[in-house]
């Protein structure tokens, strides 16, 4: 299955419309009516859509690797410091992650931003 996004509540909206211009599955929390959720509930609910979650909470990366730790299934975390990638970086990595992926290879896995290349 191809590579869906979920964008939790911190991702700015520019990301979203970036996103959107170039084609990629997007989904915002806001959108589905989840961002007052907490950050299980959160994971849980991209798991439910089968789309991975693109965030720069530092809380829900900490409960993305509790749930690797415990062995707890997710969908998938996509996570960058909201300080360390320009908008326009942060768009051109996430397409890249979208355009090569399938949902299936980033099951309980974390990804970080930026990407080495």
């Not at 911190?10 to 007052?36: M, N, P, W």
């Not at 707890?72 to 326009?88: E, K, M, P, R, T």
Request: charged content about 25%; aromatic content about 6%.
């Amino acid at each position: 299955m191809p590579l869906s996004l979920y964008l939790d509540h911190h991702v700015k909206l520019e990301i979203t419309k970036g996103l959107r211009h170039r084609q990629v599955d997007v989904l915002t929390a806001y959108e589905d009516s989840a961002h007052q959720l907490g950050d299980p509930a959160l994971l849980d609910r991209a798991m439910q859509l089968h789309r991975v979650l693109f965030t720069q909470d530092d809380d829900l990366l900490r409960e993305a690797t509790r749930r690797q730790e415990a062995n707890i299934g997710f969908a998938g975390v996509i996570y960058v410091h909201q300080n360390n990638l320009s908008i326009g970086q942060c768009i051109d990595e996430l397409e890249l992650i979208a355009g090569v992926f399938e949902s299936e290879e980033m099951l309980n896995w974390i990804e970080y931003l930026p990407l080495k290349r």
